[in-house]
C-alpha cells in the first residue's frame, strides 16, 4: 500500500533520524525514515515522497551511487545532501550531480527548516510542471544553487539561480560577506532570509578574490528575484582557479548527471 | 671460532699470499742451496785433481830412480795439509806403497774398496778411465764427515820398462795408482752454513712479507670492509642518517661514497613517504573524527536550537540552552578546522605590505607570556612596495618564526630583529630553475633529490664509457652538482635526457670560457638555459633572465640572538616533523613555512651560529615570473 510522506531520510546514524524526525515533525513535515541506502531505495520505490534528505558517508553504498539511482529512478523526487564529512568537494560534487542542496551536519534547527522548506517547494514546482531549471547561455550554474559568469576583462559575476530563489519564497533580505573576504567554491558566499525569516545558503558557484559588491541588493533585495541573471547579481571577482573550477559547473542551465 | 676467523676475507687474503711467499722462497732457496753446493764441490774437485797431479808429477822422478825416502818425504809433507785425509800410492797388487799415514803402508787394499771399485766393477780392469770419474765421495765410517778420494792411475811409460832395474815389465799398462783423499769437512761445514743462512733468510722475507702484507690487507682492505659491513648493518637495522667516514680515492673509497649517497636518497624517500603516509593518515583520521564527531553533534544542535525556540517564556532555560548551542556550534567549528588542517589550503595572493603583516604577527606574538624579556626591534623599510601574497598564510610564517626565535632565547634574555629591505639581486646566483624540458619535452626536474633543500634537474651522463646521472644545481649560477658516478674535474661529459636519452649537448654552441661543448635544455616559460659541459667550468648562461635584467625582491630577516642550531641540524630544520621541541612541538611549523614560500616562488634560508643566534631570510620575487 504506497503511502504519502513529506520527507525521507536516508541516514545510518539513528540520533540524526530521530532529530529530523522530531524537528520537521513539529513544523508539519511527514517524515519516513530509512537507516540505510537498500532501505531506503526500497521505501522510494514503495512510497511516494516529496523530498529526500540523503547521508553520503554510509557503510553500504556510497552516497553518490544512491543519488545517482534515485535520480534515475524517481526523477521527480528532489534530493538534499548531507554528511559529517563536510568537505567542499562533496558540497560541490552532490551538487553537480543532481540534488538540489547541500546541508553540512551539524546543522541548527533552522537550517534543516529552511533547507526542508526549500525543497518541498521545489517539489511543488515539480508537480505543478513549471520548473524551469535552464539558466542563459553562457552561463555556468552550480547545480540549481548559483551561476557564474566570465567577463571579458577575466572577471567574473556571481549570482544566485532563478530557481534556487523561487523555492526560497519572497525575498526578504540579502546578507553578503564584506569584501575583504575571499569566496571559496562550494561554501557559503550569501545569506538569503524569506519573508518566513528563514535563512538560505547560497554557495558559491567559483573561487575568487572580490572586486565589487552589489550594493543596489541593499536597498532593493527584490531585484535579486526580478533580475536574478542581469541586475540582481551578487558580486563581481577575480576567479582564482576557473579553468578547474568550470569542470564542475553545467553550462547554460542545463544539469548534467554526473554519477 | 676457528671457522669463523677463517671466513673473514681478510684472514684469508693473508693465508693466501703468505703460503704463496712461502713456496716461492722455498724453492728459491732449495735451488740456491743445490747450486751452492754443487759449485762448491766442483771447486773442491778440481783442487783436488790439481793436487793429485802435482803430487803425481813431483814424485814421478822419485819413483822411476826408486829413491823412495824422497817420494815419502814428498808424499808425508803433502799429507801434513789439515784439509787432507790421505796421500797414498798402491800397486797393481793393492799393496800401498806410500801413504801419508805410515800405519797404512803395507796393507792391501781390496779390489772392491771403494777406491779401486771404479775400474775394477767389470770382470777385466779398465786401462783408461776418464778425468771426471776419477773422484769419488764416500765416508769411512757412517758418522763421520765426507771425504773426496782422487784416483790417478799411473801409467806404465817406456822409461818405466827400459830402466836398468827392469822392475816393470813392458806389458804392465797400469803399473799402480795414486789415491789422495781429502776431507770435506770444511766444505760441509760451509755448505750447512750457508743452508742455515738461506733458511733464516727466507723465514726472515716470509716474517716480513706476511707482515707487510698484513699490515696493507687491514689498511686497504679489512678496516674498510669492515666499515662498510657495519654501516650496512647499520642501515640494515633503520638507521638511516649513518654516514661511512672518508676512505680515500679507491674503489672501496668510492663504494663507501656511494653507498653515503644512496642511504642519503634511501631516507629522504623514506621521509617522503613517512610525510605522506603521516599527511595521510591524519587526514583519514579527521575524516573519521570529523563524520563521528558530527553524527552525534547533529543530534545535540538540532535538539538544543529545537528547544531554544521554544523557551521563549522561560529565560533561565533559555540562556542555558544557548550555552549549549553555542558550544555546539563552537565545536562544530573546530571540527571544521580539522578538516581543514587535513587538506593543505592553497594561497588566496592579493597585493600586500609585508610591514603591516610583519606588524600585525608582532602584535599577535608579543602578548605571549615566552616573550617576556625579548625586545623585539623593527627595522622596517617604510618604501617598501607591495607584493602579491596571501596574507593570513604571511602572518602565519612571521608569527612561526617569531615564536620559534623566542624559543631559542628560552628563559634569558635576548632580542629578535625583524627587518625588511627592498633587495636587487642579478638573476645569476639565485634565479631557480623549476622546471627543465628535454628537446622531447620531458620534465628533467627530481623532486626527490634535493640540492640545498630545492628539486634538482636530473640528466643522464656518459663520460670514458662510464655512465650516471648527475643532479644539477637548480639555482642559476651556483653549480652544486651532484655527481652520481666518478668524474675526474675538468673532463667534459656528454649529457643527456634521463627519459629518452636525447642529448642535450648543442654541438655548434662552444663554451666561451674553454671552448668545450655546452648542453642546454628548456626552462618554460624563460627560454633556454645553457652550461658548459666540462666539469668544473663555471660558465652558465640563461639569456631570457639576463635580458630581463636584475631582479627585485623583497626581503624579510628574522633573527635572534638565541641558541643557535647545530650544524648537522641545518640541513633538516624545514623537513616535515623534524622537532628539536620534543612534545612541545608537531615538527610542522618550519615544513609549512617552507611550503608557504615555495607556493609564492619565494625563498628561505637559514644562517646559524651555536650560542650567537639564528637568522631566517626570506626572499619574495617582486614581479611574478
Known amino acids: 500500500m504506497s503511502k504519502q510522506y513529506d520527507l525521507l531520510v536516508i541516514d545510518d546514524e539513528p540520533v540524526v533520524l530521530d532529530a529530523v524526525v522530531r524537528v520537521c515533525g513539529a513544523h508539519g513535515v511527514s517524515v519516513d525514515v530509512a537507516p540505510d541506502s537498500h532501505a531506503g531505495l526500497h521505501r522510494l520505490q514503495a512510497n511516494r515522497y516529496r523530498l529526500v534528505l540523503c547521508d553520503i558517508m554510509m557503510p553500504d553504498l556510497d552516497g553518490f551511487q544512491l543519488l545517482g539511482r534515485m535520480l534515475t529512478q524517481s526523477p521527480d523526487t528532489p534530493v538534499v545532501m548531507t554528511t559529517g564529512y563536510s568537505t567542499i568537494e562533496h558540497a560541490v560534487r552532490s551538487l553537480s550531480s543532481g540534488a538540489i542542496g547541500y546541508l553540512p551536519k551539524p546543522f541548527t534547527e533552522e537550517e534543516l527548516i529552511s533547507t526542508v522548506q526549500r525543497g518541498l517547494n521545489f517539489s511543488t514546482m515539480i508537480r505543478a510542471g513549471n520548473l524551469d531549471a535552464a539558466c542563459p547561455d553562457h552561463y555556468y550554474a552550480l547545480g540549481f544553487i548559483s551561476w557564474a559568469k566570465l567577463e571579458e576583462t577575466g572577471a567574473a559575476l556571481i549570482g544566485a539561480a532563478d530557481l534556487f530563489l523561487k523555492t526560497i519564497g519572497t525575498v526578504k533580505e540579502v546578507r553578503l560577506v564584506s569584501p575583504q573576504e575571499e569566496i571559496v567554491q562550494g561554501t557559503t558566499c550569501a545569506r538569503i532570509a524569506s519573508m518566513t525569516d528563514l535563512l538560505h545558503d547560497v554557495l558559491a558557484p567559483i573561487s575568487g578574490k572580490i572586486l565589487e559588491i552589489n550594493t543596489r541588493l541593499k536597498s532593493d533585495a527584490g531585484i535579486l528575484q526580478r533580475d536574478p541573471y542581469g541586475q540582481g547579481w551578487l558580486y563581481r571577482v577575480v576567479p582564482e582557479d576557473i579553468e578547474y573550477e568550470m569542470k564542475q559547473l553545467s553550462v547554460g542551465g542545463l544539469v548534467e548527471n554526473k554519477e | 671460532m676457528n671457522s669463523k676467523l677463517f671466513r673473514k676475507l681478510g684472514f684469508r687474503l693473508i693465508v693466501v699470499v703468505s703460503i704463496t711467499t712461502i713456496v716461492i722462497i722455498g724453492v728459491y732457496s732449495y735451488f740456491s742451496i743445490r747450486t751452492q753446493r754443487a759449485m762448491l764441490l766442483d771447486e773442491v774437485e778440481r783442487h783436488a785433481n790439481q793436487l793429485s797431479e802435482t803430487v803425481r808429477k813431483s814424485t814421478r822422478y822419485g819413483m822411476l830412480v826408486n829413491q823412495r825416502e824422497q817420494v815419502h818425504k814428498i808424499i808425508n809433507d803433502v799429507g801434513t795439509d789439515p784439509a787432507i785425509h790421505e796421500v797414498r800410492v798402491f800397486n797393481k797388487e793393492g799393496v800401498i806403497i806410500y801413504s801419508s799415514r805410515r800405519e797404512n803402508m803395507g796393507h792391501v787394499v781390496d779390489k772392491n774398496a771403494e777406491s779401486c771399485y771404479k775400474c775394477h766393477a767389470a770382470d777385466r780392469p779398465l786401462e783408461r778411465l776418464p778425468d771426471v770419474e776419477r773422484t769419488r765421495i764416500f765416508r769411512v765410517h757412517p758418522d763421520s764427515s765426507r771425504i773426496l778420494g782422487v784416483i790417478a792411475p799411473i801409467y806404465n811409460e817406456p822409461s818405466c820398462w827400459q830402466g836398468d832395474c827392469h822392475a816393470h815389465s813392458r806389458q804392465q799398462s797400469v803399473l799402480g795408482v795414486l789415491d789422495v783423499t781429502y776431507s770435506l769437512a770444511d766444505v760441509d761445514h760451509k755448505i750447512a752454513m750457508s743452508q742455515v743462512e738461506l733458511a733464516v733468510f727466507a723465514l726472515a722475507a716470509i716474517v716480513a712479507v706476511s707482515l707487510i702484507i698484513i699490515f696493507f690487507v687491514r689498511r686497504w682492505v679489512v ?103 553555542r558550544e555546539t556550534t563552537r565545536s562544530r567549528e573546530i571540527v571544521k578546522s580539522l578538516l581543514d588542517f587535513a587538506r593543505q589550503s592553497v594561497p588566496k595572493k592579493s597585493p600586500a605590505n609585508l610591514n603591516q603583516i610583519a606588524e600585525r604577527a608582532i602584535a599577535v606574538v608579543e602578548k605571549l607570556p615566552a616573550l617576556r624579556g625579548i625586545r623585539i626591534i623593527r627595522q622596517f623599510d617604510e618604501s617598501l612596495p607591495e607584493v602579491t601574497v596571501d596574507a593570513n598564510q604571511m602572518q602565519q610564517v612571521f608569527t612561526n618564526l617569531l615564536v620559534n626565535a623566542a624559543d631559542a632565547i628560552g628563559d634569558k634574555s635576548g632580542t629578535i630583529t625583524i627587518g625588511t629591505k627592498l633587495s636587487t639581486l642579478p638573476p645569476y646566483g639565485v634565479a631557480r630553475i623549476r622546471k627543465a624540458l628535454c628537446p622531447k619535452r620531458h620534465d628533467m626536474m627530481d623532486e626527490e633529490c634535493k640540492i640545498d633543500g630545492l628539486p634538482s634537474i636530473r640528466v643522464k651522463s656518459r663520460w670514458n664509457g662510464n655512465e650516471g646521472f648527475i643532479h644539477l644545481d637548480p639555482v642559476y649560477g651556483k653549480r652544486r652538482h651532484e655527481y652520481g658516478y666518478p668524474v675526474p674535474a675538468g673532463k667534459e661529459v656528454e649529457v643527456a635526457c634521463p627519459h629518452c636519452g636525447a642529448t642535450l649537448i648543442e654541438r655548434d654552441v662552444k663554451c666561451p670560457q674553454c671552448g668545450a661543448s655546452s648542453f642546454a635544455f628548456e626552462v618554460p616559460p624563460a627560454g633556454k638555459f645553457r652550461a658548459c659541459a666540462r666539469k668544473d667550468c663555471e660558465w652558465q648562461r640563461w639569456d631570457a633572465l639576463e635580458a630581463d635584467g636584475k631582479q627585485e625582491y623583497v626581503e624579510v630577516t628574522v633573527s635572534d640572538t638565541g641558541a643557535g642550531i647545530p650544524e648537522e641540524h641545518l640541513g633538516k630544520i624545514f623537513e616535515p616533523f623534524f622537532s628539536t621541541k620534543g612534545q612541545k612541538g608537531t615538527g610542522l611549523g618550519l615544513a609549512v613555512i617552507w611550503g608557504i614560500i615555495d607556493n609564492h616562488n619565494g625563498t628561505i634560508r637559514v644562517q646559524s651560529e651555536v650560542g650567537k643566534g639564528t637568522t631566517f631570510t626570506i626572499r619574495l620575487p617582486l614581479q611574478q615570473r
Open chain 2, 223 to 325: 678496516v674498510p670492509v669492515d666499515a662498510l659491513v657495519a654501516a650496512t648493518q647499520q642501515v640494515g637495522s633503520g638507521n638511516l642518517s649513518y654516514r661511512i667516514g672518508e676512505m680515500g680515492d679507491n674503489e672501496l673509497g668510492m663504494l663507501a661514497r656511494s653507498f653515503n649517497t644512496m642511504t642519503q636518497k634511501l631516507s629522504e624517500a623514506r621521509l617522503q613517504l613517512f610525510q605522506s603516509d603521516k599527511m595521510a593518515s591524519l587526514g583519514r583520521l579527521a575524516a573519521g573524527v570529523a563524520h563521528e564527531l558530527n553524527n552525534p553533534l547533529t543530534g545535540v544542535l538540532t535538539y538544543s536550537s529545537f528547544l531554544l525556540k521554544r523557551a521563549n517564556n522561560d529565560p533561565a532555560l533559555r540562556s542555558d540552552l544557548e550555552v549549549i548551542v
